[in-house]
């Protein structure tokens, strides 16, 4: 059974940096990606980033490029979102998703086969 595992949410200050994990289990797919998703209250969900196992590609937002970096760590199966400079803007609830296949359009929910559940990003200004 393929599970994800969010974690690193927290409250920081407008300008600060926070850590988001995606610890994975139960993959045997040779071929997957890892991505995050945001939603804020009220708004929909919004595809962050996400990184493929293949060939370690990544694919960014515009409302976050050069601000947050996706890496993994293979041997400890978890998929890491550093970010920094942190606005208001960024608060929301992250979520990990995993996708079977190498999704054509990383930024969109339905390409992800697992989820896992939210944490908490809070920037105050």
């Known amino acids: 059974e393929v599970q994800l595992q969010a974690s690193g949410g927290g409250l920081v200050q407008a300008g600060g940096s926070l850590r988001l994990s995606c610890a994975a289990s139960?993959?045997?797919?040779?071929?997957?990606?890892i991505g995050w998703f945001r939603q804020a209250p009220g708004k929909e969900r919004e595809g962050v980033s996400c990184?493929?196992?293949?060939?370690?590609?990544?694919y960014y937002a515009d409302s976050v490029k050069g601000r947050f970096t996706i890496s993994s760590d293979n041997a400890k199966n978890t998929v890491y979102l550093q970010m920094y400079s942190l606005k208001p803007e960024d608060t929301a609830a992250y979520y990990c998703?995993?996708?079977?296949?190498?999704?054509?359009?990383?930024?969109?929910?339905?390409?992800?086969?697992?989820w896992g559940q939210g944490t908490l990003v809070t920037v105050s200004s």
């Open positions: 139960g993959f045997i797919f040779d071929d997957y990606a």
């Open positions: 998703a995993a996708a079977v296949d190498t999704p054509r359009r990383p930024n969109l929910a339905y390409e992800y086969d697992y």
């Open positions: 990184v493929r196992s293949n060939d370690g590609s990544t």
